[in-house]
């Protein structure tokens, strides 16, 4: 199932998913310009050191340096995509999921909530295999956050997907809870058979998604609590009109 776009519309301009998706736009277009002048050679060069390398992390970490381009790593990957089909397709679920949470939360919550999701999703990816070199790009951790969210404080909202049914498609609504809940599951198990495999850990980062869901989960669990007990309680019945 491909989502959309969701019905469920928000009370202002989503600035900060504009800015992320502008952001993100505005990353991939630099990549491009490093390969045009440096070749593959100078996109490796580029993702290894602004995207995050689990074991240079660790060992930046181990050696008590917090502050340094080891760990701004963790901001700058969340806006680097490996290709155009990598981009588009965080994208999409970025419009889709981000501007209802956006609109939830307020602007800046929302810009710290991403950005602490895609951190979450970082760590949990890292705890996997803290030894591994290959680079770890993407906004998807972040974005898995937020899609976390969603399926907490928006779980009836309607999202038209198109679903292919082998060499035909249609096109369908199908409640958040189900389609988010559904490529949760597929995380998880791809998560988990990916274990062990050699060569897994040069494919998606199938724990950052985890990790970043989980996180919002939690979140989006504290809000929809906090918003219930701000809601007033039940006045008193109105009296009948009787004279």
Not at 52 to 74: C, D, M, S
Not at 177 to 199: H, M, N, Y
Not at 202 to 217: E, S
Request: proline letters at 5%; charged letters at 10%.
């Amino acid at each position: 199932m491909i989502p959309l776009r969701d019905a469920n519309p928000v009370r202002q301009t989503p600035i900060v998913t504009i800015a992320l998706i502008v952001a993100c736009i505005a990353a991939f277009a630099y990549r491009l310009g490093v390969e045009s002048n440096s070749g593959q050679t100078g996109v490796e060069d580029f993702f290894f050191e602004f995207g995050i390398v689990p074991a240079k992390l660790t060992a930046a970490l181990g050696e008590g340096r917090f502050v340094g381009q080891e760990t701004l790593a963790i901001f700058t990957s969340m806006f680097l995509h490996v290709n155009l089909i990598h981009l588009v397709g965080n994208l999409i679920y970025l419009w889709i999921f981000g501007n209802n949470i956006e609109d939830r939360l307020g602007r800046l919550w929302f810009l710290l909530f991403y950005l602490g999701g895609g951190i979450a999703a970082a760590v949990a990816q890292i705890a996997i295999d803290p030894s591994s070199e290959v680079p770890m790009v993407g906004a998807s951790g972040a974005i898995s956050a937020v899609l976390g969210a969603y399926i907490v404080l928006f779980p009836s909202a309607r999202i038209l997907s198109l679903v292919f049914l082998g060499f035909f498609y249609q096109l369908i609504e199908v409640p958040a809870i189900i389609i988010l809940g559904f490529w949760f599951l597929l995380q998880l198990i791809d998560g988990i058979g990916s274990l062990g495999l050699a060569g897994a850990e040069g494919g998606v980062a199938f724990f950052a998604h985890i990790g970043g869901f989980a996180a919002g989960v939690a979140i989006g669990l504290l809000v929809r609590g906090a918003s219930g007990r701000r809601r007033p309680a039940p006045g008193p019945p109105p009296l009948s009109g009787v004279g």
